[in-house]
């Protein structure tokens, strides 16, 4: 039990276009999902959290208006690069967590994203 | 406020010898201790959990971490290492406020 995934795995994409991350929990209703950034060989940095029905939280230095977080139900979480760039290129990571699961996230395994 | 510390960006080990990856934190909470492994281009595998049960934590492939409050570690360890086990270690703290804190990572590199 508790899996989440993600689609695409990975994806290329033209400098100025958008890219639509999905994230879902797919065995249990994720109330929070959080959306983490991983350069290479560094760790993964906290970007955003969201629950579901509700504005997504921003840590700080992350543009909301850049990465647009929409948690629209208890299973799916999207994360949207809008006019992406080179330096947007990364590995992004969502997890998801539910009260049921005491303080525990379940990790999906990352989107790839190269931004040419 | 809370912090991870991962004392070494790098161990290196022999195969069939122990292996040691040492974690510190600092929580204002309760905290809810990780250890995560992540191979190349994977995404995270959790390796075990401390969630305020039993201090000794066994977790899977023979991977096991004790929690100390008084050091406020929560070291890995492994009594044999396999070539299998190389890859990126996380030690991560969760709190019920909802935030998560990961270390920057240990390299665990396994020699033949």
């Known amino acids: 039990g508790a899996v989440v995934s993600q689609h695409p795995s990975r994806v290329i994409c033209k400098s100025g276009t958008s890219v639509k991350i999905e994230c879902r929990s797919l065995d249990f209703q994720a109330t929070t999902m959080f959306w983490y950034r991983q350069f290479p060989k560094k760790s993964l940095m906290l970007m955003a959290t969201s629950n579901e029905g509700s504005k997504a939280t921003y840590e700080q230095g992350v543009e909301k208006d850049k990465f647009l977080i929409n948690h629209a139900s208890l299973t799916l979480s999207t994360l949207t690069v809008t006019s992406a760039h080179p330096e947007d290129s990364s590995f992004y990571i969502c997890?998801?967590?539910?009260?049921?699961?005491?303080?525990?996230?379940?990790f999906g395994p990352g989107t790839r994203l190269t931004v040419l | 406020a809370q912090s991870v510390t991962q004392l070494d960006s790098h161990v290196s080990v022999s195969e069939g010898t122990p292996v040691l990856l040492r974690c510190n934190y600092s929580s204002s909470y309760s905290p809810s201790l990780f250890w995560y492994v992540q191979h190349p281009n994977k995404g995270l595998q959790l390796l075990l959990k401390y969630t305020s049960a039993a201090t000794l934590v066994k977790g899977i492939n023979g991977f096991e971490a004790e929690f100390k409050k008084s050091e406020t570690s929560f070291h890995l360890t492994k009594p044999s290492a396999h070539m299998s086990d190389a890859a990126e270690y996380f030690c991560?703290?969760?709190?019920?406020?909802?935030?998560?804190?990961f270390g920057d990572g240990t390299t665990l590199t396994v020699k033949p």
């Open positions: 997890s998801a967590s539910a009260s049921r699961f005491y303080n525990e996230q379940f």
């Open positions: 991560v703290v969760f709190t019920n406020a909802g935030k998560s804190t």
